[in-house]
């Protein structure tokens, strides 16, 4: 008889990563199948643009409804913060800038809701971002100073006999932008969700074993909420830290500092 039939399936906290094929598509070598990441990507930012839609049809209202207070409020905090950071010459990127912390907030939001999915928690997707960023910023404080933006790679008022080695430091460092901002974001998504879904799973278990680890089970669950609630709060800080790191990152590009 194999034993094996009698093995129950246990369900890994990293399976809420998978990536699932809902339309296979393919154009020869490259697979462009829309996926569950695809889906809820697109979800994410059509509920964005039917808020800013609804919040912003015929110039909005004199008294603002509970909708267009929200498009108002982080239309005025993503303005203040790239003035502060960017200053006067930041604002023809302030869409771009806007763009990009609805969009990571959408979709670290959506994936909170049970049997969703984090598109944020693929590195794929973080590391697409910040890499297309890391390129656009560099094309900017080129096209903004031409190969004076190397000067970049020299802190001011250090020895030539040493500006060799700081200028290979300064390059490496410079690079890692592209990395550590996209992995920063993958890394927190994913962690924290793993977390809640072991914890969960864990007090599921008690709950189903019965007698006095179902009493115990309680403890659990109340750390699970706690978390959910610490997680919505990471899920919304997470958007704040990328989008001010892309403002950092473009004001050195812009002022050189």
């Known amino acids: 008889?194999?034993?094996?039939?009698?093995?129950?399936?246990?369900?890994?906290?990293?399976?809420?990563?998978?990536i699932n094929c809902l339309i296979p598509f393919r154009l020869g070598p490259f697979d462009i199948s829309f996926t569950n990441s695809s889906l809820f990507l697109i979800t994410g930012t059509g509920l964005v643009s039917i808020l800013i839609w609804f919040a912003?049809?015929?110039?909005?209202?004199?008294?603002?409804?509970?909708?267009?207070?929200?498009?108002?409020?982080?239309?005025?905090?993503?303005y203040d913060m790239v003035q502060n950071q960017v200053g006067p010459r930041g604002r023809p990127y302030f869409p771009f800038i806007f763009a990009i912390f609805v969009f990571i907030l959408s979709a670290n939001l959506i994936g909170m809701i049970p049997y969703s999915?984090?598109?944020?928690?693929?590195v794929v997707v973080t590391f697409g971002l910040s890499v297309s960023i890391f390129i656009g910023v560099t094309l900017i404080g080129i096209l903004t100073h031409g190969l004076h933006f190397l000067s970049f790679f020299l802190p001011a008022g250090a020895p030539l006999a040493l500006a060799p080695l700081l200028v290979v430091l300064e390059v490496v460092s410079y690079s890692f932008r592209a990395i550590s901002l996209g992995v920063r974001l993958f890394a927190n998504m994913m962690a924290g969700h793993t977390l809640v879904k072991i914890l969960s799973g864990f007090a599921w278990t008690m709950l189903s074993v019965g007698g006095i680890l179902a009493v115990g089970a309680l403890g659990p669950f109340l750390v699970v909420f706690a978390l959910t609630g610490l997680e919505l709060g990471v899920a919304s800080l997470q958007a704040y830290v990328f989008t001010i790191l892309t403002c950092i990152y473009l004001n050195d590009a812009i002022h050189l500092h």
């Open 117 to 122: 999915f984090t598109s944020t928690s693929h």
């Open 56 to 78: 912003t049809v015929k110039g909005g209202r004199l008294v603002p409804s509970i909708w267009q207070s929200i498009v108002e409020m982080t239309y005025d905090f993503i």
């Open 1 to 18: 008889m194999n034993n094996s039939l009698f093995v129950p399936l246990i369900s890994s906290p990293l399976d809420q990563f998978a």
